[in-house]
């Protein structure tokens, strides 16, 4: 398909449009017809109150067209021109689509990835039910999903004040598994072929660690949370995890407030050992994660471990002490049905987790599922089931209290962290919605420098692999530089 872009751009919006309702189509941008059949053309002409807009779609074999003039005058709280026309032109392009395929995307042409932080915004620029009412009337957001943002919202707001302006975050990063799953993009390497990497990676990774530290004390940071994600942090031996944990609590100062946790993730990497050492240094929060409760479905996204492993996984954890635990879910795996994931929603209930996340298949592009063209799962099944969680988790008493949405997700849908009331992980809520700095060590780790002062981010990649992480692990110390610079002018 051609997206035709004339006389304006817009054409990230309308592009990330366009895949909403044709997600498996390529889509290629110019500025003119080129003579493909199926073509999308968009056109600004500025006027002398504002714009004339023009969009027409051609697919199916038919051709359709809208034209409207906006005014300058219509700008809603506080947005430029250029913001109130490119939405204008998305509204006339998403009318089009609609009306050719039939299908309405529940979260209209809302197309970011923090529709709370929106929502958040628009409160705070305005009262509860303008801000709703933005959402549905103009842009075109479904009851339920608008409903699902201000609860996130309101979930939000108590964290959003929290911390001072030398506030940081720890992320760490593990790219192990005990194998990959189909639908992973992650930079996670399998056990099997990445155990001659874990000594080197380890050490380094307390280096990097010490590296941190010392910075964030120069810079006078305070800790807010310790994250230690991955990948499967539990890929690790519980001696390689020890020495782990035993840096961060020599090196990072962990007050009685400061929030830990560690993802167990994948059942099968769970031992009474590995447990005994991150409730040892101190980390309260854990995820058990078993994506489904059908042992089918396990097999088929290749994750080497049965629903059992979970439960047992489960009762270990309890039996550990831990009274903070995540489950995750995925909503529209291959193969899997709505009655399957009603079962796999209610067996996860049972265990009474703190914190359940319910996540949105995605079509990654590094993928197994996308790069070998294998069975994928079906966006109206996972629509079905994302709402059947929305009720089920409200009625059972948790409330969503951060979300998220990606690319390629089955039915342009989201990621959503549900919580029973008082356990929130408030480092997915610092994260999610960039309330302070994350300094991140770990090869694929993403180092984010938030100003206190400004809505301004900047980033500090580390390498991507764990072979060349290694391999260039002082050049990588070197970047971390830019934290000293950064402070320095944020507080000259």
Request: proline letters at 4%; charged letters at 25%.
């Amino acid at each position: 398909m051609n997206l035709i872009i004339q006389n304006h751009s817009f054409q990230y919006e309308l592009e990330k449009l366009l895949r909403v309702f044709f997600p498996a189509t390529k889509v290629n941008v110019t500025e003119e017809a080129n003579g493909e059949r199926d073509v999308a053309l968009t056109r600004l002409e500025q006027t002398a109150n504002g714009a004339k807009l023009f969009v027409s779609l051609c697919v199916f074999g038919k051709t359709a067209e809208k034209t409207q003039c906006v005014s300058k005058d219509e700008t809603r709280f506080g947005e430029p021109c250029e913001a109130l026309y490119e939405r204008k032109l998305a509204l006339l392009l998403f009318s089009l689509l609609q009306d050719a395929t039939g299908y309405t995307p529940p979260w209209g042409i809302l197309t970011g990835v923090r529709p709370a932080k929106l929502m958040s915004n628009l409160i705070r620029l305005s009262d509860e039910k303008t801000a709703k009412a933005y959402f549905e009337n103009e842009l075109l957001v479904s009851a339920e999903k608008t409903a699902l943002a201000f609860a996130v919202a309101a979930a939000e707001a108590p964290l959003m004040q929290t911390g001072n302006p030398r506030s940081f975050s720890l992320y760490v990063s593990i790219p192990f598994c005990p194998s990959r799953c189909s639908y992973c993009s992650f930079v996670s390497h399998s056990n099997e072929h990445a155990k001659k990497l874990m000594p080197d990676y380890v050490r380094l990774l307390c280096d990097e660690l010490r590296a941190t530290a010392a910075i964030a004390r120069a810079e006078n940071l305070h800790l807010e949370s310790v994250y230690i994600g991955g990948g499967t942090p539990t890929a690790l031996s519980a001696e390689d995890l020890k020495t782990l944990t035993d840096v961060i609590a020599q090196e990072f100062m962990l007050r009685p407030d400061v929030e830990y946790t560690i993802e167990a993730g994948r059942p099968d990497s769970v031992t009474p050992e590995k447990l005994t050492v991150i409730k040892n240094c101190g980390a309260a929060r854990i995820s058990i994660n078993p994506q489904t409760f059908s042992d089918d479905v396990l097999n088929v996204i290749g994750r080497r471990h049965t629903a059992q492993q979970t439960a047992d996984a489960m009762h270990m954890a309890r039996q550990q002490g831990f009274s903070f635990i995540n489950m995750d879910l995925i909503a529209g795996l291959p193969t899997d049905t709505p009655e399957n994931f009603r079962r796999t929603l209610e067996k996860t209930l049972s265990f009474a987790p703190e914190n359940i996340t319910v996540h949105t298949l995605s079509h990654k592009r590094a993928a197994t599922l996308v790069t070998e063209n294998l069975e994928t799962g079906d966006a109206d099944a996972a629509g079905e089931m994302l709402s059947f969680a929305f009720r089920t988790l409200t009625d059972a008493g948790y409330v969503p209290y951060y979300m998220y949405r990606q690319s390629n997700c089955l039915g342009n849908l989201e990621n959503v962290g549900w919580t029973k009331p008082g356990y929130a992980c408030r480092y997915n809520i610092y994260m999610m919605e960039e309330t302070h700095t994350v300094l991140a060590v770990g090869a694929g780790a993403v180092t984010k420098l938030r100003s206190p002062f400004e809505n301004k981010i900047e980033r500090i990649f580390n390498f991507k692999y764990p072979y060349e992480y290694i391999s260039r692990f002082d050049a990588l110390l070197a970047r971390k530089a830019r934290i000293h610079e950064f402070y320095s002018e944020e507080f000259a």
